[in-house]
DNA sequence: CGATTTCCTTGATCAGGATCAAACGAAAGG
DNA sequence: CCTTTCGTTTGATCCTGATCAAGGAAATCG
């Protein structure tokens, strides 16, 4: 009902929890409010489409909270995600109204929506805009290639340890930065998410997570309820750092 | 000598072959001028390092001419090619001087090469170079993202026939576009870099190349050398279109 | 010229992860 | 309540691609 509300009301910018990372942290003033003007929330529920690969979109938008992936499929139905987008991402892309990817919610989700076409306008007539999405999507690309590699080169023990590495970083970057404490999250998707993400079969996914609960890197409650008793020994295990995880 | 000579005398933009399809594109007139000032070439031999990863980039520019490619490397020596750079490609990142790729070329390489300083402040203040980039950069992440795709579910053979089929649709799509007759090419990239940028070793590389020749879907004369006797049978061993190779 | 190096091919064997298969726990639904 | 479904775990076996190893062809160099 609250989410319901959201769609409804929209919160001010000025109150938004991605105010400064999303793709109007450069606006202000003006540009700020025609924003405002043209945009408007969407709710989606875990599991839920928010887009399909092929359809029009006819919008564009950042995610204000929850986690989205992006995938895309093969003909005989394999699957690669190619994105995992959290609050302040931004989905679609200007000058091209047909999705080339799934989008789907795989936790509750809401979207701040913009309606194409004077999105599209603003773009042109302002560089604000434009400029931090040039900077986002420059940092996606980052994030695309780094991935590359773990596609390419890294052993399904070291993708694991990679995206759990990744996930803790983020979420648990709030609760326990520096400190040397365990950290714990819930993951935002299922074993078929993650094997889909990593490049590998769900059951090797589940093998290699009960294979680091073995080794003491994780402690598994619930399934997906993680704690992670050494930052630096997960951490270890992801084959990017230089040592093989003996010293520090 | 020729291109020593580019170095110090640097074509015209006018008469540029990159002009309509680089970072520059949108530019014309005064913005022009003001790149051409800031602009100056630069040539490298097959093999040559452009940039080290972790080294200061004291320049951003566009590839003119020549094969350049994009690798990482991890601590122990794993490799992965994250990026294959054909004339009009950008290289490097507006506001970030320290590379996080090799840059290398494989073929002997022209560059058009800004100064970072006055280039960022270039992009600050008028809107088309940075609308040009941030749109060769959205191709950029679609294709990393492609690749992604391959990488995490293709077989060999498919990856092989992906890499084939990309360089043939772009280095024959001048001389025999919608021929029904015979592509040929020369593969810029040895087998080593194939297995990087497919995540293969190079043994496998070799064998599946052989193995495409056995089966009559490419030619090899001089083993760089690639003649496709009939495109869509090649197409059809990629994994990308639903008829598994026996439709068309 | 022969020697070295670079790039490529091919063979033999191994192993990491896929596939096939069964079963479990928790939640949802009749 | 029992049944179904979904997400997950675990086992057995297979297979693709990696690894180890040897040798060939062409270019480069002394």
Redesign the interface.
């Known amino acids: 009902m609250s989410l319901h509300a959201l769609k409804l009301a929209p919160q001010d910018c000025g109150a938004c929890p991605i105010r400064h990372l999303a793709v109007c942290a450069r606006c202000d003033g003006p540009e700020l409010a025609k924003l405002e003007e043209i945009k408007y929330y969407r709710s989606f529920q875990a599991g839920q489409n928010v887009v399909w690969s092929g359809d029009r979109m006819d919008f564009l938008g950042s995610v204000v909270s929850g986690i989205a992936i992006?995938t895309?499929t093969?003909?005989?139905g394999?699957?690669?995600m190619?994105?995992l987008l959290q609050p302040s991402d931004f989905v679609g892309?200007p000058?091209r109204a047909i999705a080339?990817?799934d989008v789907t919610a795989t936790t509750d989700l809401v979207m701040c929506c913009f309606r194409r076409k004077p999105f599209e306008d603003m773009?042109?007539a302002t560089?604000h805009v434009?400029?931090r999405?040039?900077?986002m999507?420059?940092d996606?690309?980052?994030a695309?290639?780094?991935?590359?590699?773990l596609?390419?080169?890294k052993t399904a023990r070291e993708k694991i340890a990679s995206l759990l590495s990744i996930i803790a970083r983020r979420d648990a970057g709030l609760q326990a930065k520096a400190a040397k404490g365990p950290i714990s999250f819930d993951l935002p998707l299922t074993r078929e998410e993650m094997a889909d993400y990593?490049?590998l079969t769900l059951e090797t996914v589940s093998r290699q997570m009960s294979a680091l609960k073995r080794d003491g890197v994780v402690t598994l409650e619930e399934k997906r309820r993680i704690v992670v008793p050494n930052f630096d020994r997960l951490a270890s295990q992801t084959?990017?750092?230089?040592d093989g995880g003996f010293r520090s």
């Open positions: 992006l895309q093969m003909a005989d394999r699957r690669q190619v994105g892309r000058g080339p990817y773009m042109a560089p434009a400029q999405l040039l900077e999507t420059l996606e690309l980052d695309a290639r780094e991935w590359m590699l596609l390419g080169r990593l490049g084959g990017d750092d230089s």
